[in-house]
């Protein structure tokens, strides 16, 4: 029983607290995304279309921008959960999307991202 619980807490200390979503965190991670996606008050769509409101936003809806069969058709809607695993691997969850991205492979990133994007409203005001 000593064996047991030296081991939970040996485990407990080598892995550390699980971090949370910072969205100051996920601003400096969202840099390898502006090449393609604006995000705020003067975001237009561009490579990718601008990402003002998407977290619950469906797949391939946002006006103007000129998706692709996969991702419009995808059925998807741009949840948490779903960005999670979206973005570490674009192409792989949606087969035939024309985002060529490699993906945010670590997950602390990705969390990270979603908390920056979950701050933004439709109109690219910034939740208070």
Known sequence: M??????????AAVCGPARA???AAGEKAFVVCRACHQ???TAKNGVGPSL??????PAGTYPGFNYSAANKNSHLTWDEATLEKYLPNPQAFVPGTKMIFAGLKDPQKVKDVIAFLKQYQADGSKTP
């Open 52 to 57: 003002n409101g998407v977290v619950n936003r």
């Open 21 to 23: 979503q910072d969205a």
């Open 39 to 41: 995000i705020g008050p």
């Open 2 to 11: 000593r064996l047991a619980v030296f081991l939970t807490l040996l485990l």
